[in-house]
């Protein structure tokens, strides 16, 4: 079994108490790892600290939601100003962020005429499927194998296959990845093969008649990214095909650019989900899209005013959706990335060279992976275009450099990606490049 060596005894104690009150210790599985999780008592910037005060610079940073780092100043104030300014944090009606925030995520995402606001990422790819259907009375939906799209049924498969279950890479098997689903939950997904144009095409086309919508992350799981022919093909293939084409950016928004990875690729999807970043920090999720898309979870007829039934609209609701306080965190959240966003570009292009380099010396084949402020490690010489050739990839070494590192004072969860912040500076990367060097040196 890997072991942490460093004092975490703490951690230990704390996960035997957890397990008393929630099922293996944990309130999320993705917070597990073997062979017990470390638990944080402190955070500041770029830095986390656990219950026996060893101090780790954060690379998990919330899954890449912490753009800003650890408790940002400009974030504290603003909801500080929120709450003073309005009385309460919570209105339970509509007000004026849900309006100033949405403007500034239709400046930078001109693909989304208009949105609604959710609680979290798989809030909004959830959301997205039901407009999908709405719109084109179609319930079927395709997904490619190795994308992440949110704890929801129709959507929790072929995440992380065996591949010895997984089929022919060109007509990917439905397989499940978690106890729950039902058979009928497999018969409502189809799964294609990620930038493989040619045999995506060949199923799409198959199943035209019963696919409302494709989803997919332009950038799976948040460092391999689609070929630009791929993406092209893609979105002219749904257009033809009558598919609502969904772009999750849950991961990818505000993060491979202010504009997301269709800035990057120059496309226009006809949905877009966004989360993480967006929130500074907090629960929220984002649909938008093409206004006959949105308008069918309209409470009123546009031409008259008139108020329709429930049967004629499309159900969307929740009583924390456009929260103030999270809206106005992820508000100053944006302002900042808009003069610091560079940063944060620069400072993981310097680590990813650096760590690149290390390896190279040592004879170890690696390569990093990713846009903008993410990226992953793989330890292959090998191409990688899918979650196929990532599998190829040295997992067993990748697992105890990792946990070395987190020896080192370098945190992210094992094989997790790697998401900096505007508080990740010169510093925090020479630290973080030694502590690897020494690592190499030792495994």
Not at 309 to 324: A, E, R
Not at 416 to 436: Q, W
């Amino acid at each position: 079994m890997l072991e942490v060596t460093r004092e975490t005894n703490s951690s230990f104690q704390f996960m035997k108490e957890a397990c008393t009150v929630m099922p293996g210790g944990v309130t999320a599985n993705i917070k597990f790892f073997s062979p017990y999780p470390l638990v944080m008592k402190r955070a500041d910037q770029a830095y986390l600290t656990d219950l026996d005060g060893n101090q780790y610079i954060d690379y998990l940073l919330s899954y890449s939601a912490l753009i800003l780092g650890h408790g940002h100043p400009k974030i504290a104030e603003a909801i500080q100003k929120q709450i003073e300014n309005s009385g309460t944090w919570l209105f339970g009606t509509p007000h004026q962020l849900e309006v100033d925030f949405g403007k500034m995520i239709q400046h930078f995402y001109p693909s989304i005429e208009l949105l609604r606001y959710t609680n979290s990422g798989t809030e909004a790819t959830l959301l997205a499927l039901r407009f999908a259907s709405a719109y084109t009375g179609k319930y079927k939906v395709a997904k490619f194998e190795g994308h992440y799209h949110g704890g929801h049924n129709q959507v929790l498969f072929s995440i992380n296959p065996d591949i010895g279950e997984a089929g022919p890479f060109k007509e990917p098997n439905v397989v499940p990845d978690s106890k729950g689903l039902s058979k009928q939950d497999g018969q409502q997904t189809i799964i294609l093969p990620f930038n493989d144009l040619e045999a995506s095409e060949e199923i799409l086309r198959k199943h035209c008649d019963e696919i409302g919508a494709l989803v997919l992350e332009p950038v799976q799981g948040g460092f391999i990214p689609a070929e630009q022919r791929f993406i092209e093909g893609i979105r002219q293939l749904t257009k033809e095909l009558g598919i609502v084409l969904i772009f999750d950016e849950v991961k990818t928004g505000f993060r491979v650019s202010l504009g997301g990875a269709q800035e990057v690729y120059g496309i226009k999807p006809d949905l877009t989900t966004l989360g993480k970043v967006i929130g500074g920090g907090f629960p929220i999720g984002i649909v938008g899209g093409k206004k006959e898309i949105l308008m069918e979870s309209a409470p009123v007829e546009e031409s008259n005013g008139k108020e329709l039934s429930s049967k004629d609209v499309l159900f969307h609701s929740g009583t924390y959706n456009g929260h103030p306080m999270i809206l106005a965190a992820g508000m100053e959240t944006v302002k900042v990335l808009e003069k610091e966003i560079d940063h944060v570009f620069q400072m993981t292009d310097i680590l990813r060279k650096a760590l690149e380099s290390l390896f190279f010396n040592k004879g170890i084949d690696m390569q990093t992976l990713g846009i903008g402020s993410m990226f992953n490690i793989a330890l292959t010489d090998r191409d990688i275009y899918n979650y196929r050739d990532y599998q190829k990839s040295n997992f067993e070494l990748r697992k105890r450099i990792d946990m070395a590192l987190l020896d080192k004072g370098v945190y992210t969860k094992p094989l997790n990606r790697y998401s900096l912040s505007t508080c990740h500076g010169e510093e925090e990367i020479a630290k973080t490049v030694e502590a690897y060097r020494k690592v190499l040196m030792e495994i």
